[in-house]
Nanobody, 116 residues
């Protein structure tokens, strides 16, 4: 059984920082890519950042230069460091992985709210 559990969300003022974490249970973590997505009210879920099993990263244009995704395979954990937060970053942030290109898994989400 695979579970993804996010933490680290909260309320922060514009310009502040948050670090999200996602712990993956099971044995699939180190061999698969990981991603962070977000969904604002009334909007679709969009990718924020992804990281491959060997550490290659990609970022949405809207967060480039402000966000860093990283992973610790020894801890089965992926992180999302978010700096210079803006009100438009307010959303529920979800952790995601896909095992072997076939089986997708999502976390339950963690709320990030940025006040102006």
């Amino acid at each position: 059984q695979v579970h993804l559990v996010e933490s680290g969300g909260g309320l922060v003022q514009a310009g502040g920082s948050l670090r999200l974490s996602c712990v993956v249970s099971g044995s699939i973590f180190s061999r698969n890519p990981m991603g962070w997505y977000r969904q604002a009210p009334g909007k679709q879920r969009d990718v924020v950042a992804t990281i491959t099993s060997d550490g290659n990263t990609n970022y949405a244009d809207s967060v480039k230069g402000r966000v860093t995704i990283s992973r610790d395979n020894a801890k089965n954990t992926v992180y999302l460091q978010m700096n210079s937060l803006k009100p438009e970053d307010t959303a529920v942030y979800y952790c995601y992985t896909i095992d072997g290109g076939r089986f997708s898994y999502w976390g339950q989400g963690t709320q990030v709210t940025v006040s102006s």
